[in-house]
């Protein structure tokens, strides 16, 4: 029977290895206990959280885009354009 590190309770964080090897554990643990940190090889980490997490996160920034470029305080910023007559082309 293989031994796995088991991270302590407190802790968020698994090693790849042990993060496959208990998959269900790491999920319900993101569902209960918040976001969990899985270090892979190259010494960079991924989190695995809840999806009401994910859009917990996402639909705070959410805005629509006329209201975000309104946001944006450029109604006084000069946009007009010169007429466009074309270009002389030889052919």
């Known amino acids: 029977m293989p031994r796995f590190k088991v991270p302590p309770q407190e ?4 090693e790849l290895d042990d993060a496959r090897a208990r998959f269900g554990e790491v999920v319900r643990r993101a ?8 270090a892979v090889r190259d010494g ?7 999806s009401d997490e994910l859009e917990r ?4 920034n ?3 885009l006329v ?3 309104e946001s944006l305080g450029l ?5 007009e354009r010169e007429p466009d007559k074309g270009r002389d082309l030889d052919l």
Do not use: A, K
């Open 11 to 14: 802790s968020d964080s698994w």
């Open 62 to 64: 959410r805005q629509p």
């Open 31 to 38: 569902r209960q206990e918040g976001p969990q940190r899985v």
């Open 44 to 50: 960079e980490s991924v989190f695995v959280i809840s």
């Open 57 to 60: 996160l996402t639909e705070r």
């Open 67 to 69: 209201s975000f470029l």
């Open 75 to 79: 109604q006084d910023l000069p946009l």
